[in-house]
């Protein structure tokens, strides 16, 4: 249907007068069968009179069988223009005059069925009559009539219907125009705001608000206008919050990264700063603890001594982490790329936890192929990464535990796995995340029976990140943790990113 996809402004034309047209059409249609039916009952009252005078008159013509005085009463007749013959019997029902209607040329047939009738017919009245003159029937008159009258009346109304169809049309459609205006001006001009709106994302833009300003609250329109400006305002008031939000965010987002910058920058400084006094410390008590110049004399002195060197050498480590990361933090840090025999670099690994295994009761197994091609890779990174995966897993394995190193080539993948399982305490999935973060340390019951500081897990990442590899860990608490290291084979792509 085109007027579906016609604009409001015709659709509401269109709809103003179809309306206006079917009332009047109907109105005109009803009128017109009702005057039809008029008519015709009034036509048979009329005929059906016009036989009761005619028959009055003949009364006398009858009983005296005077056929002369019959024939020119029947002659009454042609001043009815619609009476198109008529005829008087005798009471024997002889045909005694008859008349024709001379306009037309008719010449009279009157039919032979006697008995009182009043016919209406497609073509014609007919109306058959008994004369009674004191109670007894002396005589029988016939009139038929033709139906021009009613005809001429439904010419006249379809004539009439036509007209008033055509000036109902004219009218309504001026009207329509002017009263079409009062809905589809403001819905065309929401439309309009609303097309320039979502154009230009311009959300200070309102809809002309009409001459609805006069409007009742519950006209729809109205409502329709203002919700729609209300919709705007909103739109507008929330946009600049956001933008107000955002600049506020921008703003927190520099000074955290200042800030982070600011504390990289300082645990670089103090690191370097502590570096120089603790080695110092440990080169001296172990001079101490070797009596390079001459026995220390009371054996506590020795025991001494030996707790300094082992305290500093272990804040020393942690020193070292710190400074690790935060260069590793600030993309200072950079690896020495080399071929790396992972069998022999693991075997160091190995060598150096042995003694911490062996005191805490653990297995370390090795499944490390000969056959392995070198990685290229930082070789002392490479050591501290998996030193730092294997002493955790050393750790915090309980007495009679295992751990299992297994180095393997991903087919296809391009790609070297180390894998370091241990049969420990594991730790809760949602504890992995923790864990990788700096200084995170797993709350779990156990927890300051280990020493450590929390920052293995979140080096290691930052490591195997610049290697162009990565790591993942997979645990269950009280069943043990398997971590993943995945090293590429081809040399790692410049670490800018780092
Ligand atoms: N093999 C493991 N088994 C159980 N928990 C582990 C294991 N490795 C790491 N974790 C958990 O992750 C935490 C962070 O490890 P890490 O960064 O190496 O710090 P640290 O070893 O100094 O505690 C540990 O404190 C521990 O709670
Ligand atoms: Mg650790």
Do not use: W
């Not at 016609?6 to 109105?27: G, N, Q, Y």
């Not at 001009?189 to 311009?202: G, Q």
């Not at 020495?336 to 009761?361: F, M, P, Q, Y």
């Amino acid at each position: 249907m085109p007027l579906r996809r016609a604009s409001i402004r015709s659709r509401l034309t269109a709809i103003i007068m179809a309306a206006s047209t079917i009332s009047v059409l109907l109105t005109t249609i009803i009128i017109s069968i009702i005057g039809v039916y008029n008519l015709k009952v009034g036509m048979m009252d009329e005929l059906s009179l016009s036989a009761s005078i005619v028959g009055d008159r003949n009364t006398a013509a009858l009983l005296f069988n005077d056929d002369k005085l019959a024939e020119s009463n029947m002659r009454v007749f042609s001043a009815r223009s619609s009476i198109l013959q008529a005829c008087l019997y005798d009471k024997d029902g002889h045909v005694f005059a008859s008349y024709g209607n001379e306009q037309e040329n008719i010449t009279p047939h009157c039919p032979g069925d006697l008995h009182e009738r009043t016919v209406m017919g497609e073509q014609a009245l007919e109306v058959m009559k008994p004369i009674v003159k004191m109670g007894e029937r002396i005589g029988t008159i016939y009139i038929e009539s033709d139906l021009h009258e009613i005809a001429a009346y439904i010419q006249k109304q379809t004539y009439i219907a036509v007209v008033v169809t055509l000036a109902v049309l004219f009218v309504s459609y001026l009207l329509a125009v002017v009263l079409q205006q009062g809905i589809s001006k403001p819905v065309l001009s929401l439309a309009a705001t609303a097309r320039e709106i979502s154009l230009n994302k311009d959300y200070s833009i309102r809809a002309n608000p009409f001459g609805n300003r006069s409007a009742p609250d519950n006209n729809e329109i109205k409502v329709l206008t203002d919700s729609f400006n209300a919709m705007l305002q909103e739109i507008g008031e929330r946009d600049s919050r956001l933008r107000q939000q955002n600049i506020e965010l921008e703003r927190a987002r520099d000074a955290a990264e200042a800030a982070n910058r600011a504390k990289s920058q300082f645990l670089a400084n103090i690191s370097h700063e502590l570096r120089t006094p603790l080695n110092a410390i440990i080169g001296f008590s172990s001079i101490l603890m070797n009596q390079l110049f001459g026995p220390l004399g009371d054996a506590k002195y020795m025991e001494y001594s030996k707790d300094i060197n082992e305290s500093g050498s272990h804040l020393l480590d942690i020193i070292n982490d710190i400074l690790d990361l935060a260069k590793a933090e600030a993309g200072k840090l950079t690896l020495n790329l080399e071929e790396v025999h992972v069998g022999k670099a693991i075997a160091k690994c190995v060598t150096i936890l042995s003694d911490r295994a062996t005191k805490g009761k653990v297995v370390i197994a090795l499944d490390v192929p000969r056959n392995l091609p070198p990685l290229m890779a930082d070789r002392l990174r490479f050591i501290q990464i998996v030193l730092n995966i294997l002493s955790n897993a050393v750790k915090f394995t309980e007495e009679g535990g295992k751990v299992h190193i297994r180095a393997s080539l991903r087919e296809g993948t391009h790609q070297m796995a180390i894998v370091i399982s241990d049969t420990g305490i594991g730790m809760a999935k949602e504890d992995v995340d923790k864990a990788f973060q700096s200084f995170g340390q797993v709350d779990s019951g156990l927890n300051r029976k280990y020493e450590g500081t929390g920052l293995g897990l979140p080096l290691t990442k930052k490591l195997m990140e610049l290697h162009g590899g990565g790591i993942s860990i997979d645990s269950e608490p009280g069943v043990g943790t398997r971590v993943t290291l995945m090293f590429p084979l081809t040399q790692p792509e410049a670490p800018e990113a780092l």
